[in-house]
């Protein structure tokens, strides 16, 4: 195999009670990358369609992942990488992520899979670096495990894959609005209340157990933030209403997705999905803001091989 | 059915990253109880054996939990109630939580099962109010589920039964020591850094993710408790030597049961459990402090009914 085509999916960080470890993965919507040996070495950025990104390798998420594998593994050969972005890079879905986790996990292929998952993430945070400041995996691992991942620590990285119950969709809203990384985070306090946390720490042991016995309605008494999205749904104008509009209509959960603007909402079964993707779209339609939504199953895959070339 | 004799076992609450939530349940120690219906209606506690504790059933946690219940069920008799206690006051394992789950539990097969193990929990919390001065069901709630309980809340009330390893096994050291409930509730800041209330929260996932693929390895990197332990270990004089004397031999966790000054391990299997409870005895031995050791395997059952007259 001297060239690969994957989908590398957008994914959904800081979920409710999880904020900063747990994510899941997309699906429907991701970034798709072309990846392909070359016999000079080094990591070249040939392509990049779709929004305007640097394509120097060192100042791309996507290249300085890869650097970061290749530094490791030392191979034979180069590679050079396309990108086809869909996912509009600060909309809250891992855009960055999608990217990085691309570029380390389609190289692994071609390299004959000489990496783990949990060792494609590590390297994929180095990417993760360049676009927000800090090695973080909580938009990766869900990217390259699929499903539900929490990032158990960072060092040294343990990702445990979550067991994700069968009939879970998540809809999501991306208003066309700007929130700084920055802004979203000097908006969060150092200290937070002993009680607010042993709210958060008894939904998150919640959660995890009702994701392995399937019961949504655990899912739905689980998915509750009393530490984060106090203070940074402040930053999203209708918030409140949209998550209002989706409880309407029986949505399990409904939270910022990663640090916003696009907010998430998680249903059981797909009728479920298509009402709330409406009531929620119905909320943005009365203001001026533009938008968009799309709904899927999640995704237990994780990043997809779409073609190779043999 | 007119008597029941009833085992209510010792259980510990505060599991490390499960702090104010999370508990599990003992065997081979508890308090044994004896309930008869009377013809006259109330509650009487007729026997203390063991320790000196108030036997006007407005001022016994095992009365006032029982007059909570017969205040709900309204029955046309009494009960009479004999407390044989074998866990001494104050040591950290649940002793006012064995009595007031005993009486409740005790009452409710006499009178047929009319209630849950939640609705007994919140009549046994009635109780436990008594003793602690706020209602909480940390240690309540195992003794009645058995195995690992976690209290996602307590208004409304809920329990999640979580599963437990086949293998697990629990190993206690009580040092005779005092310390008030209120000193230790003192010690501890009312605020905590948000960076380490999501090192908490990120075990506590793992945790629960853990016991249910019974992953003995990730147990014990999610027994780890960066908010609580820090403060309250203090209190306990050699706390530092005895975890890492258990640690040495293997234990999965070490930490403080409830306030303490008992300190509990889990450990995997009884050889373990054995060795620890020696490395354990060891370091206490060489100190003027009292002591006393005991382990037993996780009491998946809770309470146990020991006779009854039909």
Redesign the interface.
């Known amino acids: 195999m001297t060239e690969i085509k994957i989908f590398s999916p957008a994914t959904v960080a800081n979920v409710s ?6 994510g899941f993965c997309l699906d429907g919507i991701g970034d798709e990358m072309i990846v392909r040996k070359t016999p000079e070495k080094g990591i070249k950025i040939t392509k990049i369609k779709g929004y305007d990104l640097p394509n120097e390798a060192t100042k791309n998420v996507a290249g300085v992942a890869a650097l970061a594998l290749i530094e490791d593994a030392q191979p034979d050969c180069g590679f050079e990488i396309e990108i086809y972005k869909n996912i509009k890079p600060g909309s809250g879905v891992g855009s960055s992520s999608a990217s990085a986790s691309g570029s380390v996990f389609a190289i692994n292929e071609l390299l004959g899979r000489p990496y783990s998952k949990t060792q494609l993430t590590y390297f994929a945070m180095k990417g993760e670096a360049l676009a927000s400041g800090s090695e973080h995996a909580d938009n990766i691992a869900p990217g390259i495990f699929g499903g539900f991942t ?4 960072t060092v040294p990285l ?1 990702v ?1 894959e ?1 067991p994700t119950p069968n009939d879970l969709f998540a809809v999501i809203i991306h208003p066309q609005i700007e929130i700084k990384t920055s802004e979203a985070r000097a908006i ?7 009680k607010n ?13 009702a994701l ?1 016995i399937s019961d949504y309605q ?1 899912i739905k ?2 998915l509750i933030d009393v ?1 984060v999205e106090p203070y940074r749904s402040r930053l999203i104008p209708h918030y409140n209403e949209v998550k209002l509009a989706a409880f309407n209509k029986g949505a399990l959960g409904c939270g910022i997705s990663g640090s916003g603007p696009s907010i998430f909402t998680l249903c059981q079964g797909q009728i479920q999905a298509e009402q709330v993707e409406l009531a929620m779209r119905e909320v943005y339609s009365q203001t001026d803001i533009a938008f968009n939504t799309y709904s899927c199953k999640i995704n237990t895959t994780g990043i997809k091989i779409l073609a190779t070339d043999s």
Chains 1, 2 share one sequence.
Request: charged share 15%.
């Open positions: 009670c999880g904020f900063d470890v747990l929490l990032v158990k620590s343990e445990v979550l969060l306090p150092k200290d937070i209340p002993l946390a042993i709210t958060q720490w008894a939904n998150m042991g919640s959660l995890v157990h392995h655990m008494r689980s530490v």
